[in-house]
Nanobody, 122 residues
Framework: QVQLVESGGGLVQAGGSLRLSCVAS????????MGWFRRAPGKEREFVSA????????SYKDSVRGRFTISRDNAKNTVYLQMNNLKPEDTAVYYC???????????????WGQGTQVTVSS
């Protein structure tokens, strides 16, 4: 069982930055691929980024590539999402998730955090 807790969300102006963190419980964090997803008001949950268990490979949604960076620190059981040049359309609840394989499909992830709100004002 893995428990995930996100933090770092907040209100920021367009063009600003935030760094989300997701801390995992348990001793097996380093064996899991990690993903970030988001759900905007009135929209379906969507993939944002993912990283392999070792951190060697990453994947991004096209609209965030070049602005967002995913990373992880297995010694701290933590995955990060650095978000730069934020836009109003990035406003959403952001969730981290743990799974066995890197994927953009939410069904591939077994464990989910409770989410953290990111609001970008124009």
């Amino acid at each position: 069982q893995v428990q995930l807790v996100e933090s770092g969300g907040g209100l920021v102006q367009a063009g600003g930055s935030l760094r989300l963190s997701c801390v995992a419980s348990g001793r097996t964090f380093s064996s899991y691929a990690m993903g970030w997803f988001r759900r905007a008001p009135g929209k379906e949950r969507e993939f944002v980024s993912a990283i392999t268990s070792s951190g060697a490979l990453t994947s991004y949604k096209d609209s965030v590539r070049g602005r967002f960076t995913i990373s992880r620190d297995n010694a701290k059981n933590t995955v990060y999402l650095q978000m730069n040049n934020l836009k109003p359309e990035d406003t959403a609840v952001y969730y981290c998730a743990a799974g066995r394989l890197v994927s953009s499909r939410s069904q591939e992830y077994n464990y989910w955090g409770q989410g953290t709100q990111v609001t970008v004002s124009s």
